[in-house]
C-alpha cells in the first residue's frame, strides 16, 4: 500500500503542471506587484492603456493591438510572419491564460520586441485582468 502510494505521488509529480485559470494567474502576478506597492490592486483600464499605447520602438509592431488587433476578442495576424493567431481574451479563446510559463514565455518575448524592456508584475496583473474582462 506505502509503495502504491509512493508510486502515485511520484508519478503525480512527473506530470505537467495542472492547469491555472486566469484569475489564478492575475492574483499570482498582484501579490508579485503588492510586494513593492502595497494595496496593489490589477486594473483593467490600465491593462487597456498597455495594450493599446504605441511604443513605436519597432515599425511594424508599434504595440500589442499590432499583432493581435485593437479588440483582444478578435483573431490576429502576425505583422512579420503573416500568420494567424487566435483571439487572446479567454471570452473568445477558452485556451488563453490556463498556462503560466506560457503566459511567461509570451509576455516576456512580447514585452521585449514591443516596449523594449520585460513589463512589470504590475503591468502583467493589469494586462490579464483587461483581457480576461473581455478587452
Ligand atoms: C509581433 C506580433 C505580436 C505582438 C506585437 C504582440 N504579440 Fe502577444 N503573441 C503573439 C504570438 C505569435 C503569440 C502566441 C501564439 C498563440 O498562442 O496564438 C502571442 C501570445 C501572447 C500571450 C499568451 C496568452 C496565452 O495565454 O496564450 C500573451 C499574454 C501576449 N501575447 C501578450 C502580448 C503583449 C502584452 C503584447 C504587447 C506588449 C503583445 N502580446 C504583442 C504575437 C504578438
Same mark, same amino acid.
Not at 476578442?73 to 510559463?101: C, D, M, W
Not at 516576456?108 to 480576461?132: I, M, Y
Given at each position: &500500500?506505502?509503495?502504491? *502510494?509512493?508510486?502515485? +505521488?511520484?508519478?503525480?509529480? /512527473?506530470?505537467?503542471?495542472?492547469?491555472? $485559470?486566469?484569475?489564478?494567474?492575475?492574483?499570482?502576478?498582484?501579490?508579485?506587484?503588492?510586494?513593492?506597492?502595497?494595496?496593489?490592486?490589477?486594473?483593467?483600464?490600465?491593462?487597456?492603456?498597455?495594450?493599446?499605447?504605441?511604443?513605436?520602438?519597432?515599425?511594424? &509592431?508599434?504595440?500589442? *493591438?499590432?499583432?493581435? +488587433?485593437?479588440?483582444?476578442? /478578435?483573431?490576429?495576424?502576425?505583422?512579420? $510572419?503573416?500568420?494567424?493567431?487566435?483571439?487572446?481574451?479567454?471570452?473568445?479563446?477558452?485556451?488563453?491564460?490556463?498556462?503560466?510559463?506560457?503566459?511567461?514565455?509570451?509576455?516576456?518575448?512580447?514585452?521585449?520586441?514591443?516596449?523594449?524592456?520585460?513589463?512589470?508584475?504590475?503591468?502583467? *496583473?493589469?494586462?490579464?485582468?483587461?483581457?480576461?474582462?473581455?478587452?
Amino acid at each position: &500500500m506505502l509503495k502504491q *502510494a509512493l508510486v502515485a +505521488t511520484l508519478l503525480l509529480a /512527473a506530470l505537467p503542471v495542472a492547469a491555472d $485559470t486566469p484569475q489564478q494567474l492575475i492574483a499570482g502576478y498582484a501579490a508579485q506587484a503588492a510586494s513593492n506597492q502595497p494595496g496593489f490592486v490589477p486594473s483593467a483600464e490600465r491593462g487597456r492603456q498597455l495594450y493599446m499605447n504605441r511604443f513605436a520602438l519597432a515599425d511594424k &509592431m508599434p504595440n500589442c *493591438a499590432a499583432c493581435h +488587433t485593437e479588440k483582444p476578442v /478578435a483573431p490576429g495576424t502576425h505583422v512579420i $510572419t503573416g500568420k494567424a493567431i487566435q483571439p487572446l481574451a479567454p471570452a473568445a479563446n477558452p485556451e488563453r491564460l490556463t498556462s503560466s510559463s506560457k503566459v511567461e514565455k509570451w509576455f516576456k518575448r512580447n514585452c521585449s520586441e514591443v516596449v523594449g524592456r520585460e513589463c512589470t508584475a504590475a503591468e502583467k *496583473a493589469d494586462f490579464l485582468q483587461f483581457l480576461a474582462n473581455g478587452g
